[in-house]
RNA sequence: GCGAGGGUAGCCAAGCUCGGUCAAAGGCGACAGACUCAAGAUCUGUUCUCGUAGGGGUUCCCCGGUUCAAAUCCGGGCCCUCGCACCA
């Protein structure tokens, strides 16, 4: 590493936050642009994956700065949830991996004391991501705004956004099952396993379970996922070697298991277990089935596993083959039916009955696909695969058949919920939750599903809010485009959705009822408004005691008084007309970032709440989604790189080559794996360009040539690129052009002979501060360098200027390059090392011919018309030729779509810009160059290329 | 299952919205040359294939279609990735 990227952006960053150039005031009357990122969750240090997000807000952020904006970017963290006490738990009892992350991170031993408490983790954290992270990035942001979701005035702005939401008869409450631990209530199930220490992929599975009489009045109870199939029951599955229960529910005494009644008791209002129920007993007798009223035979079945579902289970051997099976194992297993004393009439009696029609099988599918892999016994592993083929087709492709009642007809999905509901409201039927998989807490304890009958909901189903929402969506500008169309389709199937919890968590007192916490999705919806008020509580011009329901009402709604406001607050007329005044010059938010994960959860219902509670003039403008950085095959982990910590990086590959790296490795939009080597071939790309600019302005002045006028030209017309590519937020496509595509018509510029020093000095007082927003350190050291004085990052870049001048200008280097290709060609394929090279550019007709091709304003052009008119002006000896040229041009012009043929065809004079490159072909082959026109008399060509000559593809003869 | 996205030359990755200007940007790697005592770095050129004239042939997962023309549009297939709710 020939620079020291880290003693410049230590040098810059102080410079930048000293002149606080990154402090947002507002400055009405001037354009104003509002982003924010999702603002992280403290679960402990951030890898250099999440710095994609962040990097490219920043960027886009400066390059605002630049475009004559305000900007406002503030940061903050969210700290709700159980992320930080999971951490301080960790750190108090010495997990490990835990202990080895911190030390690794540099974290010294003092403060690991602290990191048991909670708070303290997230006010750790808080430094480690404002310092280590986004300050060592070189982010304008205005850290005197900084928040975290755990500070009082936060919490205060959280319970007044859900006591605005419940206004709006926003908020429901109705029961809910959730999964809880015994001992600590509610916990999240998720593959990260914040919450849990197994079945972080366990599902929620919704089973109904089914009642069937017993001869002495108890009921046994079956859970099944498939309802429906009850009109194809034929037996009944106990396990004769469990010992069952007598459960207590309501009027009703229910035989399941023991597990199966502890899930239920948290699950129904009342059940005690009040005696125990020999699997054995059952045998050979029956039970009487519901919505069919069918008696069948109880047969024995140790698949029946206590654990799931209810350890009871009801037989359709039609469409479940481990029935089917089942059924032929008891027919064989002469020893096990004497046992229980059944007999093969019994087994006879349930026989399968066919119960839906499904394509490609014929009535029992379940017998089909055994009998066809060749499967007889239920120890079989391909049970499994073909319970699920039978399962997938006969779920979503069936049809109910004649035996199924008045569902005949039906298709089995729509069936499913008909039957269920039926059986449900004529008592025969409950349902239950179940997790398909054993999950424990961290503490230990099993993870069951848990009934909270009175649970608050956020009612994201209303229909007007959702028909607002979705309108709204539609002019807003949201990327990628992609997530633009289908926002609509996730705001439409939005439901309510859980907005408060029980349990110790982090977070905000639900102001309706204080034994809530608010959830940790519903109090980060709103809060970008609160980086306007977060700045006046820093500085301690409120307290978060005197924000209450008036205050917000007042600064963010404009309802009531000043006067009134100050009485009812304690808070002065004056900061509370500043704050509004604030809210009202930066809000709305032009953009919110986010990772793809926020795409159905945190984006709907940020733009819902906005909806429901701000005015329509103060709704978001922008969404920008970002994909991830992820490992080679993965997630960032320490064994596949990328997983140093960020400030270790940015030490080793600069942080403005890993800004770089970010922007323009790939598309916002799609994956990206992290290599080290990939951010070394950045850090490599910007040492070249510090020292190719080094060596432009140390060069000695070669005086004015032709090509300034190109290089300014070149100039404008990358500026105007960018400028587009910006307006999209397409910093890939930015990046690219300043970084690599612009370095080569500097090169350009020095292979064509130029060499002012004044035109250099011009054109780098444009690239430099286009690089600023990638990478502003080393813009600035490179602006100083040149003589300019800080801050390059404030410098307002100027607009576009496109010329017809500057226009001909670049189509003439473009026949130039053009012709270099077509020659190096030309003398590769003839292996000739020439020694005079004949250029001859098309005769003047022939340009003609163009030109009037081009004038014409229809999509196709008249050929006759071209010929003619070429006909009355062209010489004579070029009659001939005529014809099939004009028919080439018009079908060439043809396909350039009219408005953009004027440029595409701008006239050059060749003859006179070959003329001026002559010196310069000269040079790069190495031998003579001569140009004339083609209809030139004293042309040298004795091949009889000239013919060949078309405008803008000069003939060439070479010898 | 529901919903979304994707499969482009040795690798990564643009292009696909608006079909032609696409043998297809850019980067990496590889090869050759320059510089150098040498290595590295840097610079220049080449990098599907054939070709003694700027051209031809065959390509953008597979099959089929629309069109004068398809990487781009339409239909079908195969494969991959991601989100699915109290998890930020």
Redesign the pocket.
């Known amino acids: 590493m020939?620079l020291d990227f880290s003693s410049m952006e230590g040098k810059w960053q102080k410079a930048w936050y000293d002149a606080r150039i990154n402090e947002s005031e507002p400055a009405p009357g001037t354009k104003k642009f509002f982003m924010i990122f999702?603002?992280?969750?403290?679960?402990g240090y951030l890898h250099v994956g999440h710095m994609r997000g962040y990097t490219v807000s920043d960027a886009i952020v400066r390059h605002k700065m630049m475009t004559g904006h305000r900007v406002l970017f503030p940061v903050g963290t969210?700290a709700?949830?159980?992320?930080a006490i999971s951490f301080a738990r960790k750190v108090e009892r010495g997990d490990p991996a835990t202990m080895d992350i911190l030390r690794s991170n540099g974290c010294p031993d003092e403060t690991l004391d602290r990191l048991t408490d909670p708070v303290e983790v997230v006010r750790f954290f808080n430094e480690v991501y404002v310092n280590d992270y986004w300050k060592r990035f070189g982010f304008m942001s205005d850290w005197r705004r900084f928040t975290s979701?755990i500070y009082p005035d936060y919490t205060k702005f959280i319970e007044w956004q859900m006591l605005k939401l419940q206004a709006e008869g926003l908020l429901t409450q109705k029961p809910?099952y959730?999964?809880a631990c015994v001992e600590h209530g509610?916990?999240?199930?998720?593959?990260?396993e914040?919450?849990i220490s197994r079945g972080g992929d366990a599902?929620?599975l919704e089973y109904t379970i089914l009642k069937f009489d017993f001869e002495d009045g108890r009921k046994l109870v079956a859970a099944t996922l498939r309802p429906e199939t009850v009109f194809g029951l034929t037996n009944f599955w106990v396990n004769p070697e469990v010992e069952y229960v007598d459960a207590r529910v309501g009027d009703e005494t229910w035989v399941v298991s023991r597990p199966a009644a502890e899930k239920l008791s948290l699950q129904m209002d009342s059940v005690e277990i009040v005696g125990s129920a020999d699997g054995a007993s059952f045998m050979g007798k029956r039970c009487t089935a519901p919505l069919t009223g069918r008696a069948i035979p109880i047969f024995p079945s140790l698949l029946c596993d206590p654990d799931i579902g209810t350890g009871l289970v009801m037989s359709v051997p039609s469409d479940a083959p481990v029935d089917w099976i089942g059924l032929v194992e008891l027919r064989r297993d002469v020893e096990e039916r004497k046992k229980y004393g059944i007999t093969e009439a019994m087994i006879a009696e349930a026989s399968p009955i066919a119960i839906i029609d499904t394509p490609g099988y014929g009535p029992l599918p379940a017998v089909e696909v055994t009998e066809r892999i060749g499967i007889d016994s239920l120890d079989d592993e391909r049970l499994d695969e073909a319970t699920k083929e039978v399962y997938?087709t006969g779920?979503?492709k069936g049809v109910m058949n004649s035996s199924c009642g008045e569902f005949a007809g039906w298709q089995v999905e729509q069936a499913k919920d008909a039957v269920r509901g039926q059986m449900l409201d004529r008592g025969h039927a409950s349902m239950f939750y179940d997790l398909s998989e054993v999950v424990l807490c961290r503490c230990g304890n099993r993870v069951l599903v848990k009934k909270i009958p009175d649970?608050w909901?956020i009612d994201?189903s209303n229909p007007a809010l959702k028909k607002r929402s979705k309108e709204h969506a539609l002019t807003m500008r949201i990327f990628?485009?992609?997530?633009y169309?289908?926002i609509q389709?996730?705001l439409e199937?939005?439901?309510?959705?859980?907005?408060?919890?029980l349990g110790n968590?982090l977070g905000t007192r639900f102001p309706i009822d204080r034994r809530w916490i608010v959830?940790?999705?519903a109090d980060?919806t709103l809060y970008p408004i609160h980086y306007v008020t977060s700045r006046f509580v820093n500085e301690g011009k409120v307290a978060a005691e005197n924000m209450t329901e008036e205050f917000f009402d007042y600064v963010l709604l404009g309802r009531g008084t000043p006067a009134d406001v100050e009485r009812a607050t304690g808070v002065g007329q004056s900061v509370l007309d500043a704050i509004r005044s604030e809210f009202d010059y930066w809000y709305p938010l032009d953009v919110n970032l986010g990772g793809?994960?926020?795409?159905?959860?945190?984006f709907p219902v940020f733009l819902m709440n906005h909806v429901a509670i701000l005015r329509p003039q103060h709704w978001p403008r922008g969404i920008i989604v970002n994909w991830y950085i992820t490992s080679t095959g993965?997630k960032i982990s320490k064994s596949k790189g990328g997983a140093q910590p960020i400030p270790d990086a940015a030490e080793r590959f600069g942080v403005d080559a890993m800004r770089l790296f970010y922007a323009?490795?790939?598309?916002?939009?799609?994956?990206?794996?992290w290599e080290d080597?990939?951010v070394e071939?950045?850090s490599?790309?910007l040492?070249?360009i510090w020292?190719?600019i080094g060596d432009l302005v140390s060069a000695e002045d070669s005086g004015p040539t032709d090509m300034d006028a190109w290089l300014a030209a070149r100039m404008q017309s990358r500026l105007a690129d960018l400028e587009g590519y910006m307006e999209a937020y397409?910093l890939?496509?930015y990046a690219?052009d300043v970084f690599?595509?612009m370095?080569?018509d500097f090169?350009w510029y020095l292979?064509r002979g130029g060499g002012s020093a004044e035109a250099i000095l011009g054109a780098l007082r444009l690239w430099i501060p286009l690089m600023a927003p990638v990478t502003p350190h080393m813009a600035e050291e490179l602006w100083e360098r040149i003589g300019m004085n800080p801050f390059v990052s404030t410098v307002l870049l100027p607009k576009a200027e496109l010329s017809e001048a500057a226009t001909v200008e670049e189509k003439g280097e473009r026949l130039v390059a053009?012709?270099m290709?077509?020659?190096?060609?030309?003398l590769?394929?003839?292996?000739?090392r020439p020694s005079k090279i004949v250029l001859m550019v098309a005769p003047r007709w022939k340009h003609d011919m163009v030109g009037s091709a081009v004038a014409s304003t229809d999509k196709n052009i008249d050929i006759g018309q071209l010929i003619k008119e070429t006909m009355k002006s062209a010489p004579q000896e070029a009659r001939r030729e005529i014809p099939a040229f004009a028919k080439e041009i018009a079908?060439e012009v043809?396909?350039?779509?009219v408005d953009?043929r004027r440029k595409?065809y701008v006239a050059v004079d060749e003859l006179e810009a070959l003329g001026r490159a002559k010196r310069f072909f000269s040079d790069q082959f190495g031998c003579e160059v001569h140009v004339f026109s083609a209809d030139d008399p004293a042309r040298v060509d004795p091949?009889g290329?000239a013919r060949?000559?078309r405008p803008g593809?000069?003939?060439?003869?070479?010898?």
């Open positions: 020939v999702a603002y992280p969750g403290v679960t969210h709700t949830g159980n992320g979701t809910y959730a999964p509610p916990v999240a199930i998720d593959a990260s914040t919450d599902e929620m997938k779920f979503h649970q909901f994201y990628p485009k992609e997530y169309d289908n389709n996730v199937w939005y439901r309510e959705r859980a907005c408060v919890r968590w959830e940790a999705i980060s793809k994960e926020h795409m159905t959860v945190h993965g323009h490795i790939a598309s916002l939009y799609v994956d990206v794996a080597g990939k071939s950045y490599d790309r040492e070249r020292s190719f397409d890939r496509s690219n690599f595509e370095a080569q090169k292979k053009a012709l290709e077509d020659i190096s060609e030309i590769k394929v003839t292996s000739i079908m043809s396909r350039t779509p953009e595409a091949k290329r060949h000559a593809r000069p003939a060439v003869y070479v010898e």
